[in-house]
């Protein structure tokens, strides 16, 4: 079974608008965390965001937050005032207990933002 | 700013050949993994390294596989026999004990290519 779920593989969005990417997760395990990673066509992997399981807040850092419903088992990522630079893979990931930090990643989200 | 260093950033070999791909994690890092992409699919974990021991590995990481950390800066990925189907980007990652995030800094990756 998938631990990651990125159901959208693509999206679009106009320059300066919000856009919100999906990301479920299935863990049985109480402590986990949550990361976002951008994958430009250049390749590398750039972190973005951190959300753990035990953060009473959502985690924001400059114009990407992390909407993260626990009962739902989401962290979806926003991107505010979205910039052409913006346009990249992005990946969701979750790494589960506190012995074990291997990253468990989704397939992604190929996101465009238009002039 | 410190950053995780991959060489060489393309690799071509033919099958049954060895390879070695080699990392320089950031120099106060603790915990070092190998991932890889094959082209168009997702992020997969391979294997994690902690006091000079795998600490976790994927199934993917079989007996064709291994790691070393030969010195107090390189951590390197070797394949013994290379398989076609061995053919993908692979990154490095490290990270330190930064509160309770475990951030993961990835390397830039190195595409390897068998033939």
């Known amino acids: 079974a998938q631990k990651i779920t990125q159901t959208q593989p693509g999206m679009f969005v106009q320059e300066k608008e919000a856009v919100t990417l999906d990301c479920t997760y299935d863990?049985?395990?109480?402590?986990?965390?949550l990361f976002w990673y951008k994958q430009p066509s250049s390749g590398e992997m750039i972190f973005l965001i951190y959300q753990g399981s035990y953060d009473q807040q959502n985690a924001t850092e400059g114009r990407y937050s992390l909407n993260f419903q626990k009962a739902r088992k989401s962290a979806n990522l926003v991107i505010s005032a979205s910039q052409l630079g913006d346009s990249a893979m992005y990946f969701c990931?979750?790494?589960?207990?506190?012995?074990?930090?291997?990253?468990?990643f989704g397939k992604g989200t190929s996101l465009l933002v238009t002039p | 700013e410190p950053e995780v260093t991959q060489t060489p950033s393309h690799q071509v070999t033919q099958m049954g050949q060895e390879v070695i791909l080699r990392c320089v994690p950031i120099s106060n890092h603790l915990y070092f993994y190998w991932y890889r992409q094959i082209l168009g699919q997702k992020v997969e974990f391979l294997v994690s390294f902690y006091n000079n021991e795998i600490s976790e590995k994927s199934e993917i990481f079989d007996d064709q596989f291994s790691v070393e950390r030969p010195d107090g800066s390189n951590f390197t990925l070797k394949i013994r026999s290379t398989k076609l189907e061995d053919s993908a980007m692979y990154f490095c990652a490290s990270h330190g004990l930064a509160g309770d995030s475990y951030e993961q800094y990835f390397g830039p990756g190195t595409r390897l290519t068998v033939t």
């Open positions: 863990t049985s395990d109480p402590s986990y965390g």
């Open positions: 990931a979750m790494r589960e207990g506190v012995s074990g930090y291997a990253l468990n």
